[in-house]
């Protein structure tokens, strides 16, 4: 297809500021900003970006938190053609320098102190060309939008790297595009909502919609660590009426409410990201003056289901497993039996790849699920499944569906347990122990062994002088799971993006040391 401007994602931001100049666009912390004043800035720092040398196709590294200034810089460098590569405020020096060496950007964005990476990192040291925020350097003359094809590339995210070298995760302005309508649909959001969103890409979602977005007053780099205090009279003095966000940051929240007495004054809440379990549902749905929802998703594909809190509570206890719902409209989803290394389909095809007992890896493909990683050809290969024209998209996470076509999540395909010839999934057994007073967090893994295969492993969040009365109480919950090893930790160890999801890695050290 040809470039046009209209392929331009940055061309739905300068729409809704031609539509509602004085509306506004984001509040951070410390500014706002309305979307006619957005959208002179971002294509002031395009034109300053073409001038320098960024020319259509160029990756750009952007090392800055999520602001107001995040946005100028992202929305010009799109603006200018080029392609944002986005690094999370969180990442070390070993997953900046993975990403640099991916990605290969000509040139770096970052605040003042994030100039410093050039003294700390020969790869950030490498790029050729360096900008900081908020300076003459970034304030040009006004330029139009550079046009694109659908299919260029468009933005480029890594994924956590939790369990490995993070990926980078390269979307499409056609696939942007895709990913806003099906949020915009998902989510169900009007014109007169206030949105307060912890995850960056729903901020992109909220300009193209023309809907006002509040950035928490909060350190994105720590979401479990939030000031709830001030969060929530942000909220209020704002006049919050949506928000999204990763579980920690709702658990925050939902234990000052709990605290204090005060509800979440909002008519809808969505919390993905990782995994959202019936606990926390259940306090979300007493809490929030609307509608909790459950949203199931992934860096490579989000939305992919949806349930709301209620629904989900309602329906716990009900099975094994966390039910998170209906996939979404224009989504394609199959199950496939689990399988550690890549799938490539014979002349067969789906026949051979059909589960033994219904639960298997889910798998999507569509417009919003991604078809490929930057310069990475294995994590590819190990990812998607190439059906003709079709790429699907391998969630590593198991799952089964039931009657009625909703979506019953088992816990990581990886991390299946194989115990004696006999396969347990860890989210079941998870959940069971989350069930016992005094438990806040559970991790069921298998321990190799030469006799069993595995020896299955509770490991629980909890005051480590409870562990003999907890025993006998976990075993019973987890009936018929076994249960061969016990740890009862103060504190299991989480991923750095949403500190929700275990760090199963830095957790195996620790059991083995």
Same mark, same amino acid.
């Given at each position: 297809?040809?470039?046009?401007?209209? *392929?331009?994602?940055?061309?739905?931001?300068?729409?809704?500021?031609?539509?509602?100049?004085?509306?506004?666009?984001? +509040? !951070?912390?410390?500014?706002?900003?309305?979307?006619? %004043?957005?959208?002179?800035?971002?294509? &002031?720092?395009?034109?300053?970006?073409?001038?320098?040398?960024?020319? @259509?196709?160029?990756?750009?590294?952007?090392?800055?938190? %999520?602001?107001? =200034?995040?946005?100028?810089?992202?929305?010009?460098?799109?603006?200018?053609?080029?392609?944002?590569?986005?690094?999370?405020?969180?990442?070390?020096?070993?997953?900046?320098?993975? +990403?640099?060496?991916?990605? +290969?950007?000509?040139?770096?964005?970052?605040?003042?102190?994030?100039?410093?990476?050039?003294?700390?990192?020969?790869?950030?040291?490498?790029?050729?060309? *360096?900008?900081?925020?908020?300076? $003459?350097?970034?304030?040009?003359?006004?330029?139009?939008?550079? /046009?694109?094809?659908?299919?260029?590339?468009?933005?480029?995210?890594?994924?956590?790297?939790?369990?490995? +070298?993070? $990926?980078?995760?390269?979307?499409?302005?056609?696939?942007?595009?895709?990913?806003?309508?099906?949020?915009? /649909?998902?989510?169900?959001? *009007?014109? !007169?909502?206030?949105? %307060?969103?912890?995850?960056?890409?729903?901020?992109?979602?909220?300009?193209?919609?023309?809907?006002?977005?509040?950035?928490?007053?909060?350190?994105?780099?720590?979401?479990? !660590?939030?000031?709830?205090?001030?969060?929530?009279?942000?909220?209020? &003095?704002?006049?919050?009426?949506?928000?999204?966000?990763?579980?920690?940051?709702?658990?925050?929240?939902?234990?000052?409410?709990?605290?204090?007495?005060?509800?979440?004054?909002?008519?809808?809440?969505?919390?993905?990201?990782?995994?959202?379990?019936?606990?926390?549902?259940?306090?979300?749905?007493?809490?929030?003056?609307?509608?909790?929802?459950?949203?199931?998703?992934?860096?490579?594909?989000?939305?992919?289901?949806?349930?709301?809190?209620?629904?989900?509570?309602?329906?716990?206890?009900?099975?094994?497993?966390?039910?998170?719902?209906?996939?979404?409209?224009?989504?394609?989803?199959?199950?496939? &039996?689990?399988?550690?290394?890549?799938?490539?389909?014979?002349? #067969?095809?789906?026949? #051979?790849?059909?589960?033994?007992?219904?639960?298997?890896?889910?798998?999507?493909?569509?417009?919003?699920?991604?078809?490929?990683?930057?310069?990475?050809?294995?994590?590819?290969?190990?990812? $998607?499944?190439?059906?003709?024209?079709?790429?699907?998209?391998?969630?590593?996470?198991?799952? @089964?569906?039931?009657?009625?076509?909703?979506?019953?999540?088992?816990?990581?395909?990886? =991390? @299946?347990?194989?115990?004696?010839?006999?396969?347990?999934?860890?989210?079941?057994?998870?959940?069971?122990?989350?069930?016992?007073?005094?438990?806040?967090?559970?991790?069921?893994?298998?321990?190799?062994?030469?006799?069993?295969?595995?020896? /299955?492993?509770?490991?629980?969040?909890? !005051?480590?002088? *409870?562990?003999?009365?907890?025993?006998?109480?976990?075993?019973?919950?987890?009936?018929?799971?076994?249960?061969?090893?016990?740890?009862?930790? &103060?504190?299991?160890?989480?991923?750095?993006?949403?500190?929700?999801?275990?760090?199963?890695?830095?957790?195996?050290?620790?059991?083995?040391?």
């Amino acid at each position: 297809m040809s470039a046009t401007v209209e *392929s331009n994602i940055v061309s739905r931001l300068a729409d809704a500021a031609a539509r509602h100049p004085e509306r506004l666009a984001i +509040a !951070d912390a410390h500014r706002q900003i309305t979307f006619g %004043m957005l959208a002179e800035r971002v294509a &002031r720092a395009g034109g300053a970006l073409s001038r320098a040398g960024v020319t @259509r196709g160029d990756r750009v590294l952007v090392f800055v938190p %999520m602001s107001v =200034e995040l946005y100028v810089v992202l929305l010009g460098v799109l603006h200018a053609g080029g392609v944002p590569v986005f690094v999370d405020a969180w990442v070390d020096r070993r997953r900046l320098a993975a +990403a640099v060496r991916a990605a +290969a950007p000509v040139a770096f964005i970052g605040s003042w102190r994030a100039q410093l990476l050039r003294l700390l990192s020969r790869e950030v040291r490498g790029i050729a060309r *360096s900008f900081r925020t908020g300076s $003459k350097a970034l304030d040009g003359a006004l330029a139009p939008i550079v /046009a694109v094809e659908p299919d260029a590339p468009a933005l480029v995210t890594f994924t956590t790297g939790s369990t490995g +070298a993070p $990926k980078g995760a390269q979307r499409s302005h056609a696939f942007l595009l895709a990913q806003h309508l099906a949020l915009a /649909a998902h989510l169900g959001q *009007s014109r !007169d909502d206030v949105d %307060m969103p912890t995850l960056p890409v729903f901020v992109l979602s909220n300009l193209a919609l023309g809907i006002p977005s509040v950035i928490p007053d909060a350190d994105p780099r720590r979401p479990g !660590d939030i000031d709830p205090g001030r969060v929530h009279r942000q909220m209020v &003095r704002e006049g919050v009426t949506t928000s999204s966000g990763s579980p920690a940051f709702y658990e925050r929240l939902a234990t000052w409410c709990e605290g204090t007495g005060r509800s979440l004054p909002l008519r809808a809440l969505f919390t993905g990201g990782a995994p959202v379990l019936p606990p926390l549902a259940r306090r979300l749905q007493a809490l929030v003056r609307g509608t909790a929802h459950v949203v199931y998703g992934s860096t490579e594909a989000e939305p992919i289901a949806g349930i709301t809190a209620a629904e989900m509570v309602a329906l716990d206890g009900s099975a094994d497993g966390v039910c998170v719902g209906r996939p979404v409209p224009d989504l394609r989803l199959r199950l496939v &039996r689990p399988h550690d290394g890549p799938i490539v389909l014979s002349s #067969e095809g789906w026949s #051979e790849w059909e589960p033994d007992d219904g639960a298997g890896e889910v798998i999507v493909a569509g417009a919003h699920v991604l078809r490929g990683y930057v310069g990475d050809p294995d994590a590819e290969r190990r990812s $998607k499944i190439r059906d003709g024209e079709v790429i699907w998209h391998r969630t590593g996470d198991a799952a @089964r569906l039931d009657e009625e076509g909703r979506l019953w999540l088992l816990g990581r395909v990886r =991390e @299946r347990v194989i115990r004696d010839g006999v396969l347990w999934w860890p989210l079941p057994a998870e959940v069971r122990a989350l069930a016992v007073e005094g438990v806040t967090h559970a991790a069921y893994i298998g321990v190799l062994d030469a006799q069993r295969g595995h020896v /299955a492993v509770l490991v629980v969040e909890a !005051d480590p002088r *409870s562990h003999g009365a907890l025993e006998p109480l976990l075993r019973q919950a987890l009936d018929p799971w076994p249960l061969d090893r016990l740890r009862v930790v &103060r504190r299991i160890p989480r991923d750095p993006r949403h500190a929700s999801r275990t760090d199963l890695e830095a957790l195996r050290r620790t059991l083995l040391s």
